[in-house]
Nanobody, 124 residues
Framework: QVQLVESGGGLVQAGGSLRLSCAAS????????MAWFRQAPGEEREFVAV????????RYADSVKGRFTIFRDNAKNTVYLQMNSLKLEDTAVYYC?????????????????WGQGTQVTVSS
């Protein structure tokens, strides 16, 4: 069982930056692939980024590539999402997710554990 708690969301102007954190419970954090998804009002949950357990393999949605960076600190049981050059369309609730996997998955249904979400609002 893994519990995930996101933090770091907030209100930011377009062009600004935020760093989201996701702290995981348990001693097997390094066994999990960790991902970020987001969901805007009236929209389906969409994949943002994923990092495999070693931290050496990452994948990003095309919409955030070059602007967002996912990284993890296995010693702190935490995964991060650094978001730069934020756009209005990045406004959403951001969710952290975990699964025991050695391959990349961008599908929400593949993930076993989810955080409660953190709101990111980008203003003009």
């Amino acid at each position: 069982q893994v519990q995930l708690v996101e933090s770091g969301g907030g209100l930011v102007q377009a062009g600004g930056s935020l760093r989201l954190s996701c702290a995981a419970s348990g001693r097997t954090f390094s066994s999990y692939a960790m991902a970020w998804f987001r969901q805007a009002p009236g929209e389906e949950r969409e994949f943002v980024a994923v990092i495999l357990r070693s931290g050496g393999i990452t994948r990003y949605a095309d919409s955030v590539k070059g602007r967002f960076t996912i990284f993890r600190d296995n010693a702190k049981n935490t995964v991060y999402l650094q978001m730069n050059s934020l756009k209005l369309e990045d406004t959403a609730v951001y969710y952290c997710a975990a699964e025991v996997s050695v391959v990349v998955s961008t599908t929400a249904s593949d993930y076993d554990y989810w955080g409660q979400g953190t709101q990111v609002t980008v203003s003009s």
